[in-house]
């Protein structure tokens, strides 16, 4: 079974800021995908990123791009030049394919953008 | 564009009593999901459809039970309630031919008194 491991329950960045949120995962798949989504109080999940395993280069979506490191099984978000409304509980998770394609979803972190 | 909808956005219930829960896919979206998310919680897989067949099973309880109709819509039925079952229930589709992009509805928030 998969796991995914968020080791920062909390986080805080001051606006324009940027900042970093780790995730680790554990798996034996070789073919898989990971994911960060966001958690706005309204609580609707919004996918912020997604890459893909067998790809070297780290996603980039606008101020959102992963560091992921595959043989570390690592792989953190960073939220450059932070805003307000970047406020929310952010979820990494995991996805192998060639199942039921479900995601597998960390504990979550809490960010808090300060003005 | 369309979304996925989920009804109703709100829901109470007592103990021991039984609910249902509905889940409208994306058009041509053959995949549904069903998550359970329970306060500051991750949210938790409990069992997924395609093509109208159950595809996978999670952690869900014996007391619930889910189906996929003919036109790909999804109900999720609760029985004999328990005060640990409140909790926001989301459901989300993809097109089941790996592309690997679920889409999320806005939920249900289940609160059992």
């Known amino acids: 079974a998969q796991t995914v491991t968020q080791s920062q329950p909390e986080m805080s960045v001051q606006e324009a800021e940027t900042v970093t949120l780790s995730c680790t995962y554990d798996?034996?798949?070789?073919?898989?995908?990971l994911f960060w989504y966001k958690q706005p109080p309204s609580r609707q999940m919004i996918l912020v990123i997604r890459?893909?395993?067998?790809?070297?280069q780290n996603a980039t979506e606008n101020r959102f791009s992963v560091n992921f490191q595959k043989a570390a099984k690592s792989f953190s978000l960073k939220i450059s030049d932070s805003q307000l409304g970047d406020t929310a509980m952010y979820f990494c998770?995991?996805?192998?394919?060639?199942?039921?394609?479900?995601?597998?979803f960390g504990k979550g972190t809490k960010l808090t953008v300060n003005p | 564009a369309a979304g996925v909808i989920q009804s109703p956005r709100h829901l109470i219930k007592e103990k021991r009593e039984t609910a249902t829960l509905k889940c409208y896919p994306i058009?041509?979206?053959?995949?549904v999901y069903w998550y359970q998310q329970g306060p500051g919680q991750d949210p938790q897989f409990l069992i997924s459809?395609?093509?109208?067949?159950?595809?996978d099973k999670g952690s869900i309880p014996d007391r619930f039970s889910a189906q996929q109709f003919s036109d790909y819509h999804s109900e999720l039925n609760m029985s004999s309630l328990e005060l640990g079952d409140s909790a926001l229930y989301f459901c989300?589709?993809?097109?089941?031919?790996?592309?690997?992009?679920?889409?999320f509805g806005s939920g249900t928030q289940l609160s059992v008194l």
């Open positions: 989300a589709s993809s097109t089941g031919t790996g592309n690997e992009k679920l889409f």
């Open positions: 798996t034996s798949e070789n073919n898989y995908y």
């Open positions: 459809f395609y093509e109208k067949m159950q595809s």
């Open positions: 058009p041509r979206h053959d995949t």
């Open positions: 998770a995991f996805m192998n394919l060639g199942g039921s394609e479900k995601l597998v």
């Open positions: 890459q893909e395993a067998y790809k070297q």
